[in-house]
């Protein structure tokens, strides 16, 4: 059954929605992925914070158009599926890099950060990073040090004097 024209459209503005309110978007190749192996990636990016659609090419170039990206998805070989990221911009590169190490034929192909395309291997290069979470608690570390030290300093300080308070009442 062909689409009819408002399906066509429908497509195209769910598209365009999901692009206006990602973090990240990756386009992948999913060629010689079977159902199975794509329904498990999908499930572990929604994990993630993610979602991972399949859409034609030319549905993709009007989409990113409607938002107002000039690119088009016609030069990427392959079957295109896009992953978008909702929540966080590492976690679905953590999962995508994952799945390609698992699937051979999974790959990455581009992404766009803050509207600003990246290839392939530099999107891989983000899974390298650590996850929100990990950065936040580095974060809450490199901020409670300064008081954690001042905090051993001031007790340094009252258990010298302890000591020698008792130094002294033993001398007498």
Same mark, same amino acid.
């Given at each position: 059954?062909?689409?009819?024209?408002?399906?066509?459209?429908?497509?195209?503005?769910?598209?365009?929605?999901?692009?206006?309110?990602?973090?990240?978007?990756?386009?992948?190749?999913?060629?010689?992925?079977?159902?199975?192996?794509?329904?498990?990636?999908?499930?572990?990016?929604?994990?993630?914070?993610?979602?991972?659609?399949? %859409? =034609?090419?030319?549905f993709l170039?009007?989409?990113?158009?409607?938002?107002?990206?000039?690119? +088009?998805? &016609?030069? !990427? @070989? #392959?079957?295109?599926?896009?992953?978008?990221?909702?929540?966080?911009?590492?976690?679905?590169?953590?999962?995508? %890099? =994952?799945?390609?190490?698992?699937?051979?034929?999974?790959?990455?192909?581009?992404?766009?950060? +803050?509207? &600003?395309? !990246? @290839? #392939?291997?530099?999107?891989l290069t983000?899974?390298?990073?650590?996850?929100?979470?990990?950065?936040?608690?580095?974060?809450?570390?490199?901020?409670?040090?300064?008081?954690?030290?001042?905090?051993?300093?001031?007790?340094?300080?009252?258990?010298?004097?302890?000591?020698?308070?008792?130094?002294?009442?033993?001398?007498?």
């Amino acid at each position: 059954m062909p689409l009819t024209r408002e399906k066509k459209t429908k497509i195209v503005e769910e598209l365009a929605g999901r692009f206006k309110k990602q973090k990240i978007a990756i386009f992948t190749d999913f060629r010689g992925v079977n159902v199975t192996k794509l329904t498990t990636l999908r499930r572990e990016m929604k994990k993630a914070g993610a979602e991972f659609k399949v %859409a =034609k090419k030319t549905f993709l170039r009007i989409a990113l158009k409607a938002i107002g990206i000039e690119y +088009d998805p &016609k030069t !990427l @070989e #392959g079957e295109i599926g896009v992953i978008f990221g909702y929540e966080d911009q590492i976690g679905p590169v953590k999962t995508a %890099a =994952k799945f390609s190490k698992e699937n051979t034929t999974f790959t990455v192909l581009k992404g766009i950060l +803050d509207g &600003k395309f !990246l @290839e #392939g291997r530099e999107v891989l290069t983000l899974a390298k990073l650590p996850g929100r979470e990990q950065l936040l608690a580095q974060l809450a570390w490199v901020l409670n040090s300064p008081i954690q030290g001042f905090h051993t300093v001031l007790h340094g300080n009252l258990r010298n004097l302890v000591v020698v308070l008792n130094k002294i009442k033993e001398k007498k």
